[in-house]
């Protein structure tokens, strides 16, 4: 038996349906919007640690110039000497005007991550790199002000790596964050992004 419902009593059913996803998707976009807006808003601020060199550095100390800013740590097996090598070569690209941009590498890992063991590890990439690390209140904090996650995960003999954020961050001369910096493309293409901000 084909039993059919009379166009009367289907449209109000199709009406009601529609009427559900709209409401659905407007309150989905109230509370992403809701999410989105503050954490973007909310990305840097106040932290004080110190560089490979035992010297001080802060927010502060990032005014004046743009700056790219990463996460991570130097036992990291990939990610983190793949994008420092991408950061050096867009800092080569950049020649003379590199001088008037930052680029920070912050440890995730400042049990392990000294300023001496930071100083070796990035002896292996350009100069212009400054790594930051200091006690694990100091990076707790750093890691909070930018929303980076990092999390330890042991591992059978006893070591551990660290789960971390992975993105670059450009921050502009004023030290607020501009947009996360995609190193994906040519080292030219990045120096002529990042000269936009110099």
């Known amino acids: 038996m ?12 199709v009406a009601a349906f529609l009427l559900g996803l709209i409401v659905i998707f407007a309150v989905v976009i109230h ?10 808003a909310a990305i840097g601020g106040p932290f004080q640690l110190e560089d490979q060199n035992g010297k001080p550095f802060s927010d502060r100390d990032m005014k004046g110039r743009p700056h790219l800013v990463f996460f991570g740590y ?34 995730v890992d400042p049990e392990r991550d000294t300023p001496a063991v930071m100083k070796d590890y990035l002896s292996n990439f350009d100069p212009h790199l400054r790594g930051l690390t200091g006690d694990p209140a100091a990076v ?13 995960v042991p591992l059978k003999d006893g070591d551990y790596t660290m789960d971390h954020t992975a993105v670059v961050y450009l921050m502009d001369k004023d030290g607020r964050f501009v947009a996360p910096f995609n190193l994906k493309q040519t080292p030219e293409a990045a120096a002529n992004q990042l000269r936009r901000y110099l």
């Not at 509370?31 to 973007?40: E, F, K, M, T, Y």
Request: charged residues 20%; positive net charge.
């Open 2 to 13: 084909n039993a059919r419902l009379p166009a009367s009593r289907l449209l109000p059913l």
């Open 31 to 40: 509370i992403v919007g809701r999410s989105a807006g503050p954490a973007l």
């Open 74 to 107: 130097t036992h990291c097996p990939d990610i983190c000497p793949t994008t420092l090598f991408e950061l050096s070569e867009l800092i080569k690209k950049l020649g003379p005007d590199g001088d008037r941009a930052g680029v920070i590498f912050i440890t």
């Open 140 to 152: 707790a904090a750093a890691l909070k002000v930018y929303r980076v996650y990092a999390k330890k």
